[in-house]
């Protein structure tokens, strides 16, 4: 019972650094630049620690995402269960792969998600945003991969060995 409590605490460590880089999106009013580095701990748990951020966790921190920043209700879910679903397809050969095929990979699916979060966006408010935003999010992302994996990690190792 004692041990319970601690692995139980660890394995939302993830849940709770992904709501804080949400927050921190919201208070650095960059809410386009941070709120996609969530990406990052979504893409690395989906692959190598499922169970820390399940598909619930997952859309519970999209709507939490919506609500925070004032985007479409719905948007920001969609965009983090699709990564989700797409890694948790391909996750035995996404495990096999290099850190530079990862971050390719990793690279491809954002940019992809981004156009698609780009164009709901414009339809549900029914303006077209500028594609710098789209560009500084891409950017932001593939820059940070390294260090956003290296933390994320860091974790997983702090985690321990799954049951």
């Known amino acids: 019972m004692r041990q319970a409590i601690p692995d139980l605490f660890k394995k939302t460590v ?8 949400i ?3 919201q208070n650095l009013n960059a809410r386009f630049v941070f709120v996609p580095m969530v990406f990052i701990p979504i893409f690395y748990f989906a692959v190598f620690r499922p169970r820390c951020l399940n598909a ?3 859309f519970s921190l999209g709507v939490f995402a919506d609500l925070i920043n ?3 209700f719905g948007l920001f879910s969609f965009v983090f269960v699709l990564l989700f679903f797409v890694t948790r397809l391909n996750h035995l050969f ?3 792969l290099s850190f530079r095929g990862l971050w390719t990979l990793f690279s491809v699916f954002s940019g992809l998600l981004l156009l698609i979060q780009l164009f709901i966006f414009t339809l549900c408010e029914g303006a077209v945003v500028h594609t710098r935003f ?4 891409f950017s932001v992302l593939v820059l940070l991969y390294p260090l956003g994996m290296t933390v994320c990690n860091i974790v997983n190792n702090w985690i321990g060995e799954d049951e």
């Open 23 to 25: 927050l921190l999106s």
């Open 14 to 21: 993830p849940f709770i650094g992904c709501l804080l880089l």
């Open 70 to 72: 004032q985007t479409p």
């Open 134 to 137: 789209l560009f500084e999010q």
């Open 56 to 58: 619930y966790a997952i």
């Open 94 to 96: 996404l495990k096999t």
